[in-house]
């Protein structure tokens, strides 16, 4: 079956074959480590150094992470929609960069929750790219503030990032595909509600029954290295 508009969203389910941790799940990031003191900005306030820890050894794992078969996949389907002169757009909660590795087209890639290799001036608010660690100790090459510098992803409490952009795809689709995501973090466990009510066919792809999981008309589980490249030889 083919379609006209394709939205396909991905969470920390489909890079966990490649070696990045997912969030909720059992050892996920979150059991392990405080959420409040790491991903909002009260926590980065209070403690910098801790903030900039984590997220530098992050930046670092996913900078030497390479895509597994479930990215590769999308990449392909991103081609094959393209021919067909359909349009598609790749909505990611992941900041670790994978899907631009697997050769998916960075123009039809939205990073809700920002990205890992750039930065921002929590002063100006200037974003450039960014490969090494953060610190306290730098200095806004734009606007000379010093100890501003935080990294360019989307705490709790933030909004996430082109959600206009995001809601126009949502709207117009005809097929929301959601890979690899629990379905608890709003708004994007909302998408797929969104998506159907406005006559979208919906697929969930994920190890696990998602909390959204009565919402889609399709889902199959399993690893996204193989649920993922099954689903795309079908529908291509
Ligand atoms: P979660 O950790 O909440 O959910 C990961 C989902 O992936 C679970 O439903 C797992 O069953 C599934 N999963 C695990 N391994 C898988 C595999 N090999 N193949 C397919 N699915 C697999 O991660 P997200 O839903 O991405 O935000 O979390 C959403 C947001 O919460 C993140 O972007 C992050 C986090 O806090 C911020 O930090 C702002």
Sequence with gaps: MTYQNIVVLTGAGISAESGLGTFRDKDGIWTKYPLEDLATPEGFAR??????????????????????????????????????????????????????????????????????????????????????????????????????MRPHVVWFGEIPLEMDRIEQALAKCDLFVSIGTSGDVYPAAGFVQMARSLGAWTVELNLEPSSGSALFNESHLGPASKVVPDWVRLNT
């Design 47 to 148: 403690n910098p150094d801790f903030v900039h820890e984590f997220y530098n050894a992050r930046r670092a794992q996913s900078a030497k992470a390479e895509p597994n078969a479930g990215h590769i996949a999308l990449a392909d389907l991103e081609r094959a929609q393209s021919k067909t002169g359909g349009s598609f757009l790749l909505v990611t909660q992941n900041v670790d960069g994978l899907h631009e590795k697997a050769g998916s087209n960075p123009a039809n890639i939205v990073h809700m929750h920002g990205e890992l290799g750039k930065s921002r001036c929590g002063a100006c608010g200037d974003v450039m790219a960014w490969t090494g660690p953060l610190s306290t100790n730098l200095t806004c090459q734009i606007c000379d503030t010093k100890g501003q």
